[in-house]
């Protein structure tokens, strides 16, 4: 089957926002008075790229609703662990020595067993179940067609993104944390039967929704955004953010000389995101004089871009490795 560079596209630009919101973690954001306009376009743009993982989770979906279930079907976790394994053996001793401080060999074993050895490690806990679950969501969407797609697809919306439509809970909310679930059956969805709707309302979804919301949680608090509102990855607005962004890029066509270049930066993204925190945890504190509203776009330009470009190359040659020694073996 022919590679499908929007899908190159798509992974890239989940892991660029992964990059972009973990910014939010150092440069300062959170100790801000939530006033202004630099801090409303600030909290418009984190919108955005909170939707990140639910990007890549929502390509989770896509990818695996229409394969087999066979052997072949659980090709991809080898892989992903080893790298996990790589990217812990770089990481560990790196905390150890220079980020996290001393610890000993037992937390650190405990944490790597725990997908602590990555910072980020609990992305790849959640995909881990989410492959072990997917055969079963495929098997129900296979057997309901279409129809049972969309009440499977309600349901999981009223479990997981309903309750925090709003500031006040609206609906019980105890189920919020299945939303992996919610972002597959989406994700599936789309691959199986396609959402036909105008461009303009994935273009209205990346741009009017992260502003409103940007807005909003700019006037829901006098203080910082602690105090404000919020939502989680599985919130009602991060999903139409997520799915828009989705839909805007599979709507994107793609020239053909971009297709080798996009083929080789999505080979990283995942290890990338593991990798990414090696570079996120000192390199913004050491530039305390770009911790502020004012330079926020030089941060961007000058530490968030370099680190989504470094992580990915560091990503990529873990991939690199870890592929070579599968064939091998």
Known sequence: MKRDSNIDLIRITGFFFVVCVHAYLYNGWFFENQTGILMWLANSFRW?????????????????TMKKW????????????????????????????????????????????SFEGSHYGWYLEMYIGLLLLAPILNAAMDSLGEKGCRKILVTLLALTALPNLTPLIIAPDYWEHIYPLTY???????????????????????????MALGFTTLISTDGYVTDGWWQGYGGSYVVLIAVSVFLLIQSIKIPKIMEKPLQFMAGGTFEGYLISHLFDAKTYFAFPQWRTPEMW???????????????????????LIAKIHLRRN
Request: proline letters at 5%.
């Open 48 to 64: 955005l790229v909170f939707s990140c993982n639910g990007i890549f989770m929502l390509l989770t979906g896509y990818l695996m």
């Open 70 to 113: 066979d052997r072949r079907f659980y090709r991809s976790l080898p892989a992903v662990i080893l790298s996990y394994i790589i990217i812990s053996a770089i990481s560990i001793p790196i905390r150890h020595f220079y980020l996290d401080g001393a610890q000993t060999f037992a937390v650190w074993l405990e944490r790597f067993m």
């Open 184 to 210: 597959y059956v989406i994700g599936a969805y789309i691959r199986r039967y396609g959402i036909d709707i105008s461009r303009k309302y994935p273009v209205m979804g990346v741009t009017l929704l992260p």
């Open 297 to 319: 776009l030089v941060s961007f330009f000058c530490i968030t871009l370099p680190i989504f470009f470094v992580s990915m190359l560091c990503g990529k040659a873990v991939n």
